[in-house]
């Protein structure tokens, strides 16, 4: 490091402390449960400071580019309408609350997905690995040994605190094993497929399971089909997501028998489906502008609750609707919905056009959140945004032929720290 000039190691060194701050995610998430929002926000920064220390105006441009693209500015359209609702929010405390959780966390993925491929050292996804490794057999054996180590901290002891770090571990697995194993590691990627997929079986998250199946299903059917194939079925799936959403609590009421009820009694199925059926009276009642970004929470304070009928009103008080897509119908109505539904298609069109191999690596990606969407989490929740965000990351990232940066006018090659230069 000593012969560089002292502009080129401070970039390099940024871009070294950045990535490995994104490497350790998997381990900061299984210690602390919400901490990813503040490991991905902080490895934007060292990226986006090294990228203004490098090129101030090529990096602007660089971050800038993609909102001037249809599917940038829908994204921008999309927070512009999420602003507006919260003018006819009835808990505009809430509103701004989910906003500022929202909004900073998206920023800070973007940057990183836009700034961190191609500007990671070598050494970067074999850290990951022994990251994403050590955190797939901690929760193991916590949970296999009841959680000493939060009884030992006077830590909240359930076997649902992992929940979040196992939905964590299902995004990011797939993209850093294809990662892993174009650049030569193939027992790495298999240990990491192996570990996380332990992880989130023994997890008692049903969501990250299902989100596992779902996205191995969809990477296969990529890999093994021709590639509009693959992409029609996301793109069908997807759209049937949105389209679907406000009447999926009466479909469910009416084909899914008592039996399967009983099956999935540890997950709450029916107490799902009421909920369901109860947001989407809300949507039927006033599809056009929703109750407002961020209100699920308070669902119940609505102005549309009180002319829900009254069987159905008492679900509006459990948090959120358990389906995102259906959370953005009740709280942005039919403008969020359709502006939400245009972004995933271009974004749908846009994994078409990469190669192959980063093609059925995405798709599978699209395909676990998809599955995570139906059934789990609300949907402007910053711990999930993040860990989606990294995955993307190293989604791009496989993409990028090692030491090539993604820059315009990146630093050189010889810029790049080694493992032995972080101890310098």
Avoid at 186 to 194: K, M
Avoid at 365 to 379: I, P, W
Wanted: glycine share 10%.
């Amino acid at each position: 490091m000593s012969g560089l000039p002292p502009r080129s190691e401070t970039v390099a060194r940024l871009r070294a402390a950045g990535a490995v701050t994104l490497a350790i995610l998997p381990v900061a998430m299984a210690l602390a449960n919400r901490s990813s929002p503040t490991v991905v926000g902080l490895a934007a920064l060292f990226f986006l400071v090294a990228g203004l220390i490098e090129d101030v105006r090529g990096t602007m441009r660089f971050v800038g580019k993609p909102l001037t693209t249809p599917i940038g500015l829908t994204a921008l359209g999309f927070v512009v309408w999420s602003l507006a609702s919260i003018t006819w929010s009835p808990v505009e405390d809430l509103s701004w609350r989910s906003l500022e959780e929202f909004l900073p966390t998206v920023t800070g993925a973007y940057l990183l997905a836009r700034l961190a491929p191609g500007n990671m050292p070598a050494f970067t996804p074999r850290l990951a690995a022994w990251s994403i490794t050590v955190a797939g057999l901690y929760i193991v054996v916590a949970l296999a040994t009841h959680l000493p180590l939060h009884r030992a901290m006077g830590s909240r002891v359930a076997l649902f605190v992992f929940n979040r770090p196992a939905l964590t571990i299902l995004p990011v697995m797939g993209p850093l094993a294809y990662l892993l194993y174009r650049r030569g590691h193939g027992i790495a990627a298999l240990l990491v497929l192996v570990i996380s997929t332990g992880a989130i079986l023994r997890s008692i998250s049903g969501a990250a399971a299902m989100g596992l199946a779902a996205g191995a299903v969809t990477a296969f059917i990529a890999v093994l089909t021709p590639r509009r194939v693959g992409q029609a079925i996301v793109g069908a799936v997807l759209a049937l997501a949105f389209i679907l959403a406000p009447v999926e609590g009466d479909i469910l009421q009416k084909v899914m028998p008592d039996a399967v009820h009983e099956r999935l009694v540890q997950s709450s199925s029916r107490a799902r489906v009421a909920i369901a059926r109860s947001f989407g009276a809300a949507v039927a009642l006033d599809p056009w502008q929703g109750a407002g970004f961020g209100t699920s929470a308070r669902f119940i304070e609505t102005p549309v609750a009180a002319r829900i009928e009254p069987g159905l009103r008492p679900m509006l008080a459990v948090g959120h609707p358990h389906n995102i897509f259906l959370q953005i119908w009740a709280e942005l109505g039919i403008v969020g919905a359709a502006l939400a539904g245009a972004i995933l298609m271009m974004m749908v069109a846009l994994i078409g056009r990469l190669p192959r191999g980063e093609c059925a690596v995405a798709l599978g990606l699209v395909g676990s959140c998809t599955a995570v969407a139906f059934v789990e989490h609300g949907a402007w929740q910053g711990w999930w945004i993040a860990a989606v965000g990294a995955a993307i990351t190293w989604t791009r990232e496989a993409g990028m032929d090692p030491g090539r940066s993604c820059l315009p006018q990146a630093a050189s090659a010889s810029t790049r720290l080694r493992p032995e230069d972080l101890a310098r």
